[in-house]
T-cell receptor, first 114, second 113 residues
Framework: GEDVEQSLFLSVREGDSSVINCTYT??????LYWYKQEPGAGLQLLTY?????DMKQDQRLTVLLNKKDKHLSLRIADTQTGDSAIYFC??????????????FGQGTTLQVKP | KAGVTQTPRYLIKTRGQQVTLSCSPI?????VSWYQQTPGQGLQFLFE???????NKGNFPGRFSGRQFSNSRSEMNVSTLELGDSALYLC????????????FGQGTRLTVV
């Protein structure tokens, strides 16, 4: 199928780590993205990883990729209340146009409790 | 550098009308993609334009169309509006070259009544 799947909701305490999970479907080489959406706003690109990589770290964000299981995760260290938002996983399906067609998951709502 | 700019931010239209939404990409970006976001269907790809040509297309009816101008600005048009077209319409632009990042605008919130 074409679906990118995510869990819908995650609640954590401030200062804890958050792990948001995603599964994708395309078996060919592809880029995988994490976006953040705050209420009333557009999508903010957080990070991305190419499907031949295992891990990418960027400050508080760590992306892990399990190619065999087509599983992608986003770990946010030291989660803050400002991290409360909806997080979308996306897979590129545009062929040579890497970002031309993105398939998004349903989004995971992250709630950070003080 | 200015981000992706979408106009208008909010729009209310009546069923049966048509609407045109505008997107100005980040300076130097030549690829523009459009997405529809609704609570029920989530984020769905509409189409992508590059150098004034449609390069990719999603599964939307022919009432949804778009175009790109020589300055890379893009417009999308929806004709014969239906209540179900109420959504947040997002535009994204991508830089030339490796084309690995897509940057989104704030979106246009369309309400059809």
């Amino acid at each position: 199928g074409e679906d990118v799947e995510q869990s819908l909701f995650l609640s954590v305490r401030e200062g804890d780590s958050s792990v948001i999970n995603c599964t994708y479907t395309d078996s060919s080489s592809t880029y995988l993205y994490w976006y953040k959406q705050e209420p009333g706003a557009g999508l903010q690109l957080l990070t991305y990883i190419f499907s031949n990589m295992d891990m990418k770290q960027d400050q508080r964000l760590t992306v892990l990729l399990n190619k065999k299981d087509k599983h992608l995760s986003l770990r946010i260290a030291d989660t803050q209340t400002g991290d409360s938002a909806i997080y979308f996983c996306a897979e590129s399906r545009g062929g040579s146009s890497n970002t031309g067609k993105l398939i998004f998951g349903q989004g995971t709502t992250l709630q950070v409790k003080p | 550098k200015a981000g992706v700019t979408q106009t208008p931010r909010y729009l209310i239209k009546t069923r049966g009308q048509q609407v045109t939404l505008s997107c100005s990409p980040i300076s130097g970006h030549r690829s523009v993609s459009w997405y529809q976001q609704t609570p029920g269907q989530g984020l769905q790809f509409l189409f992508e334009y590059f150098s004034e040509t449609q390069r990719n297309k999603g599964n939307f009816p022919g009432r949804f169309s778009g175009r790109q101008f020589s300055n890379s600005r893009s417009e999308m048009n929806v004709s014969t509006l239906e209540l179900g077209d109420s959504a947040l319409y997002l535009c994204a632009s991508s830089p030339p070259g490796q084309n690995t990042e897509a940057f989104f605008g704030q979106g246009t919130r369309l309400t059809v009544v």
